[in-house]
C-alpha cells in the first residue's frame, strides 16, 4: 500500500515538473511584443551597417566591397620533371628552405615548389617592393614594416592547387580591383621567370641554348663569308699579285672554316626542329591558362547573408531573453523558492 502511494506521488511530481509546448508558447505570446521589437531593431541595425558601408568610401568603410583576380596556371608533375626539380632545388641553395616548408627535394612536385614559392619571402618582397606596399597608411607606424608587409600580403593572397587537373591557382583579393589583378598579373610573371631560373623544364632550356647556338653559327658563317668574298675581289683587282701563295693558303683555310661551320650549323638545326617535334609531344612544366582580369563584381561581403544572420541571431536571443524573463518571474511568485534565496543570502 505504501509502496502504491510513493509510485503514484512520483508520477505525481513528473507531472507537475513536465513542461508542455502549450506552455512554451504561451511564453513566447507573453513576450512577443519584447521579441517583435528585438528582432526588428536588429534588422534595421543590419540593414543600416550595410547601405552605410556602402555609402562610405573604400577606404574608410568599416565593411567595403572587395575584389578577386585570379590566375590559373597548369603545373606538369612527372617522373622527369621531379628528378630535375630535385636537382634544381638543390644547386639553387634553397634545399633547406624547402624541407623547412615541408617539401622534399628527393619526392617533391613542382606543384609543391609553386605552393612553396608564393609563400617565401622573396615572393612577398618583390609584391611589396613592385607596389611599394611598405608605403601603405597601414603601415605608417609599424614598428615591422617588413614582416607587416609581408603579413599583410598573406592575408590577401591565396594560392591552391588541384591534384586533379594539376592547375594551380592564385588569387588576391583587395578593395581595388585593378590593383588585385596587376598583383596577380605580376606574380604570374614571377613565378614562370623562377620556374625558368630553376631550369626545371629542361626542353625549354635545351630550345633556348640552341637557338643561341644557331644565331651565333649564323653570324660566323655570315663572317666567313665576308671574309672570303674580300679576299676573291682583291684578286679580281689584282691587289698583292706577289702574295699569291698566302692568299691561296688563306682562302683554303677560310674555306674549311666555312664548311665546318655549315656542317654545325646544319647539325644545330637539325637538333632544333628534332626538339621541337618532342616539346609538341610533350606537355610542358609550366603553362599560363588564364591570366587575371579585372573583376567587376565583388566577391565579398555577402550583406544579404549578414543581414539573415543578425536577424535570426536577434530573434534566438530575445526567445532566451523572454524564457529567462519568464523563469524570474516564477521564481518571484513561488514563495518556497523566494525562501530558500533569501534564507542563502542571510547566511
Known amino acids: 500500500m505504501e509502496n502504491t502511494e510513493r509510485i503514484e506521488g512520483a508520477v505525481q511530481d513528473l507531472k507537475d515538473d513536465e513542461i508542455s509546448l ?6 513566447l505570446l ?3 511584443r519584447m521579441i517583435v521589437v528585438i528582432v526588428v531593431a536588429a534588422m534595421i541595425f543590419a540593414v543600416g551597417i550595410s547601405v552605410i558601408s556602402l555609402m562610405l568610401p573604400a577606404e574608410k568603410s568599416f565593411l567595403p566591397n572587395k575584389y578577386k ?3 590559373h596556371m597548369l603545373i606538369n608533375d612527372t617522373d622527369s620533371s621531379s628528378s630535375s626539380l630535385a636537382s634544381a632545388i638543390s644547386s639553387s641553395g634553397l634545399g633547406g628552405l624547402a624541407g623547412l616548408a615541408g617539401i622534399s627535394t628527393g619526392g617533391s612536385s613542382n606543384s609543391s615548389l609553386a605552393i612553396y614559392l608564393v609563400s617565401s619571402n622573396p615572393f612577398l618582397d618583390a609584391i611589396v617592393k613592385e607596389f611599394n606596399i611598405l608605403k601603405k597608411p597601414e603601415l605608417a607606424k609599424s614598428k615591422f614594416p617588413v614582416s607587416d608587409s609581408r603579413d599583410m600580403v598573406k592575408k590577401q593572397f591565396s594560392a591552391e592547387t588541384d591534384d586533379e587537373s594539376g592547375v594551380f591557382t592564385i588569387s588576391f583579393t583587395d578593395i581595388d580591383p585593378v590593383f588585385a589583378q596587376k598583383v596577380v598579373d605580376f606574380s604570374v610573371d614571377w613565378i614562370s621567370d623562377k620556374f625558368d631560373a630553376l631550369g626545371i623544364d629542361q626542353n625549354k632550356i635545351q630550345k633556348e641554348n640552341l637557338e643561341k647556338n644557331i644565331d651565333l653559327s649564323f653570324k660566323e658563317i655570315q663572317k666567313l663569308q665576308e671574309e672570303l668574298d674580300n679576299i676573291a675581289t682583291s684578286v679580281s683587282r689584282g691587289q698583292s699579285a706577289w702574295n699569291i701563295p698566302s692568299i691561296t693558303l688563306t682562302t683554303t683555310k677560310v674555306q674549311m672554316e666555312l664548311s665546318a661551320q655549315q656542317e654545325v650549323y646544319k647539325q644545330l638545326k637539325t637538333q632544333y626542329e628534332l626538339l621541337k617535334v618532342q616539346m609538341q609531344s610533350e606537355s610542358p ?3 599560363i591558362l588564364e591570366r587575371p582580369e579585372i573583376a567587376d563584381k ?13 536577424t535570426f541571431a536577434a530573434g534566438f536571443i530575445a526567445i ?9 518571474e516564477n521564481i518571484k511568485n513561488d514563495p518556497e523558492a523566494m525562501s530558500k534565496l533569501t534564507g542563502s543570502r542571510r547566511k
Do not use: H
Open 22 to 27: 502549450i506552455d512554451l508558447f504561451a511564453v
Open 320 to 328: 532566451f531573453v523572454a524564457f529567462l524573463r519568464n523563469a524570474l
Open 69 to 71: 583576380a585570379s590566375a
Open 298 to 310: 565583388k566577391a565579398s561581403p555577402s550583406r544579404g547573408k549578414l543581414c539573415i544572420i543578425i
Open 285 to 287: 612544366v609550366f603553362q
Open 30 to 32: 507573453k513576450y512577443k
